[in-house]
């Protein structure tokens, strides 16, 4: 049978927040042969009391499983194991063991903390280390503007890679490199001792007029015509569209003719002529003195002897150009025949470019 002094050792006093001054709020008092609860309300705040004794040194135990465990331990702990705390993993928990009985922290791991200051990180310098070196980290500054400074580790040399494909020809050193028209190639500029881009220099075209056809839809040969008593007698124009480049014409074709004389004394020639009827020849097709009908071939010829810088049948770039064939009676006095069918003039623009002297002999072209 326990004493009194026993039994209100172990009394609990209560207190309970029923709010201070509420009405009809009671005191009550619980008994019974192993326990006696009193339950207070809650006053008013009092004064500051005096300072207490200073805590107990904390001392970190670790880990435990859960409650049972930590009751288990608890037999055997007393006042000079006070200070010693454990979490408890089952509820993560911390619990801290005051000499008599532990206080329990609920929100001691993984509780959010207070919210600190916004600060500001700005980037500062970038420095490469040796290969191999740490990646170092230094900020600097005051709170809340802060500067983070790098220095990164330069990486080992990689292996060789497979060769890469030719560069742009505009990026090699001995290339001047300008304006590009429309398939201009690069060409040897002795003045610069580069190579430079010039309009293509080769064959353009062709354009032709065939019959009663011409290329740009103009009129074609003249109808068939009996009996012509003119020296002269223009059957055709052909319409050259202006060129980037001084060029000359490179011609071939045809036209049927016969004389009325059947004697061996009459001759008539099927001529191209520059600009006019009466310009100068660039192309010419000798006829026969058989006294019968032959079709009289045309090709190129310009009358005089001509080099690469000469300005004989030579078309100035920018300009458009005619061609006229013309029939000329050049032997004899009798009168001629001439026939469409079959006739036809073809046109090739040669560029007319001078050699460039010392010139490398080769180039590869890759792009331009």
Known sequence: MSTISEYFHAARIRGIDEGIGSPGVVQSMHATPSDGTLELTTGPAGPVGPAGDACRA???????????????????????????????????????????????FVEAFGARGQAGDPCTVVLGVVETGAPGSPLL???????????????????????????????????????????????????????????VPTPYPGLRGPWSVIEAE????????VNSVASISS??????????PAQDT?????????????????????????????????????????GVTAGAGAYSRVQSFFGTAVTPDSAVGVVAAGEPAQLHV???????TANYHYARGSAQLVCWAQPVAVPAPEAPQSLALTEL
Do not use: C
């Not at 011409?214 to 040969?221: P, V």
């Not at 020296?231 to 050259?240: F, Q």
């Not at 013309?326 to 004899?332: D, K, S």
């Open 231 to 240: 020296a002269s007698y223009s059957v055709a124009t052909l319409n050259i």
């Open 246 to 286: 001084d060029w000359r014409p490179l011609v071939a074709g045809g036209v049927f003719t016969r004389p009325l004389n059947t004697s061996f004394d009459h001759r008539v020639d099927t001529e191209v002529r520059l600009g006019s009827a009466t310009g100068q020849i660039v192309a010419l097709g000798t």
């Open 137 to 195: 980290a230094n900020i600097s500054g005051t709170a809340p503007n802060l500067t983070l400074n790098l220095t990164v580790p330069r990486g080992i040399k990689g292996q060789q890679g497979e060769p890469g494909g030719p560069g742009p020809l505009r990026n090699a050193p001995d290339y001047a490199d300008g304006s590009h028209v429309d398939g201009a190639v690069p060409t040897w500029d002795v003045a610069v001792e580069k190579w």
């Open 214 to 221: 011409s290329w740009d839809g103009s009129a074609g040969f």
């Open 326 to 332: 013309v029939l000329r009676r050049n032997l004899g």
């Open 58 to 104: 904390f001392r970190w135990e670790g880990d435990i499983a859960d409650p049972a465990a930590l009751a288990s331990l608890a037999t055997r702990l007393g006042p000079a194991q006070a200070g010693k705390a454990w979490r408890v993993l089952s509820t993560d928990t911390l619990m801290f063991w005051n000499g008599t009985g532990f206080d329990s």
